[in-house]
C-alpha cells in the first residue's frame, strides 16, 4: 500500500462560524485570520493505493460552479485535483473508487463535472462510495444544510450507475475495503464517515469535519457548521481519547498549516502531540 495527499486548493471561511462559540480572542491564538475575519482552509483528499485499487477519498471543490458561487469562498493557491494526481503519476481514469466522507460541496464537488451542459461523473472508471443513511440526508437536505448539499454535485453519480453504498453497522464498520474501517459521526451532518487506514503497522486517521484542524482539539471548539453540536463534542471525546490511546496518525482535510498531527493526554485533555507533513510520521 501506498499513500499519497493530494491537494485540490485552498478557500477561505469565516472564522466564527468555523470555530462556533469560541470567542475570536481566543482561537485566533491558534488560527490565522484577514482583515475580514476570514481564515484560510485547505481542501485536501487523500490517494491510497493497493493493488489494482486506486481510492480517492474526497474530491475538493470541483470548477464547474459559477464565478458568483466561487467568489463566496476565494478559491487561491496553485494547487488543482489534477494537477496532484499528476505529480504522483496517476489521472482521473486510473481511480477505481472515490470515497466521499460526506456530500458537501468542498467534499464532493469535484466528483462531476459539466461538459457540454451536460453534468457526469469525473471519474469515469470509479465506483462512488457513500452510505444509505447519508445520500438520503443530502437528497431531501434540511433548511440550515441545504445550501452545502448541491444537486448537481449529487444526483449525477446515481444518475451514472457508479454509485455504492457502504453498509452502517452501529458507529463502526470493518473492511470497506482492505485495510480500510470506518468510523460515523452524526454530530456534523449524518452518518458522516471517518476512513481508518492501517499503514506500515499504524492507523492513519482521515479527519474530514470530525476535526477541521489542530486549533479544533479541544472539545467545545465545533463549527458553527455542525448540525448537533453537543454530539459532535461526544464524537470527538470518544474519538480524541482512543486517537491518543493509540498513537492515531490524524490526517487533516482543512487546516491549512498542517498536514498531519498525533494527540496526547494531558490534564487539560486530549491535546496536540506533534504536527507535520504525513511522511514525518510513517
Known sequence: MKIYPINTGYFKLDGGAMFG????????????????????????????????????????????QSEKFF?????????TLDKSLAAHGFSRDDITDVFLTHLHFDHCGGAIVRKNDILIPSF??????SND????????????EKASFLSENILPI???GQLEFVKRKDDYTANVF?????????????????????YQGKTIVFMADLLPSTAHL????????????????????KFLKAAADNNYILFLEHDAYAEACTVKHTDRGVRLDRKGSLKDFV
Not at 469515469?124 to 462510495?129: D, E, G, I, V, Y
Open 21 to 64: 462559540v469560541v470567542p475570536k480572542s481566543i482561537w485566533q491564538r491558534n488560527y490565522e485570520a484577514d482583515s475580514k475575519n476570514m481564515c484560510n482552509w485547505a481542501m485536501r483528499s487523500m490517494l491510497i493505493e493497493d493493488g489494482n485499487k486506486l481510492i480517492l477519498i474526497d474530491t475538493g471543490i470541483g470548477d464547474k
Open 124 to 129: 469515469k472508471n470509479a465506483k462512488f462510495w
Open 218 to 237: 479541544p472539545l467545545p471548539y465545533v463549527m458553527g457548521y455542525d448540525t448537533r453540536p453537543l454530539l459532535t463534542m461526544s464524537e470527538k471525546e
Open 178 to 198: 482492505n485495510n480500510i474501517d470506518v468510523f460515523f459521526a452524526d454530530g456534523h451532518t449524518e452518518s458522516q464517515m471517518i476512513p481508518h487506514i492501517q
Open 71 to 79: 467568489g463566496y469562498y476565494y478559491l487561491h493557491g496553485d494547487d
Open 133 to 144: 443513511q447519508h445520500w438520503s440526508w443530502a437528497t431531501e437536505p434540511n433548511p440550515r
Open 158 to 160: 446515481k444518475e451514472s
